[in-house]
């Protein structure tokens, strides 16, 4: 399975160790660091899912990761931040550079913050497409 980061309903920068993901529809926008910042930049990549748990579990030999990995996938799925996609769009995902895993296992996890969405949806970027400004949707 392939999961791409829904866009252009979500956009996520890169700040130094931390992803910031805003959800243009709802207004939310996640914190995501350590291991699911990772895990984020490993999927907007084009990283298959069964690769990526492949990878975590050879980094952490000891430690079980696929149960706390895929749930922290399906609540990703669950906020609607990412979405199933067929292997040749994974193959045109963009070109992240990866984060490097944390040595110690912490299981993935992200922050949800709903404190700006009326400031978010009033912003007119929310209704712009491909095409960028001044272009409406």
């Known amino acids: 399975m392939w999961l791409l980061p829904n866009h252009p309903r979500i956009i996520s920068e890169t700040l130094d160790d931390e992803i910031i993901a805003i959800n243009m529809r709802s207004g939310a926008y996640y914190s ?48 609607d931040l990412v979405r199933e996609v067929q292997p040749d769009v994974a193959a045109t995902a963009s070109d992240v550079p990866l984060l490097p895993l944390p040595e110690l296992f912490e299981p993935p996890d ?14 007119p970027v929310h209704e712009i497409d491909e095409r960028g400004w001044p272009h409406r949707a």
Do not use: K
């Open 32 to 79: 995501l660091r350590g291991l699911g910042a990772c895990i984020w930049s490993r999927l907007s990549a084009g990283t298959a899912t069964d690769d990526l748990v492949g990878e975590l579990e050879d980094h952490y030999r000891e430690i079980q990761v696929a149960s706390p990995v895929n749930e922290f996938l399906a609540r990703l799925a669950a906020e």
């Open 110 to 123: 992200f922050e949800r913050f709903t404190d700006m969405e009326n400031l978010l949806l009033l912003d």
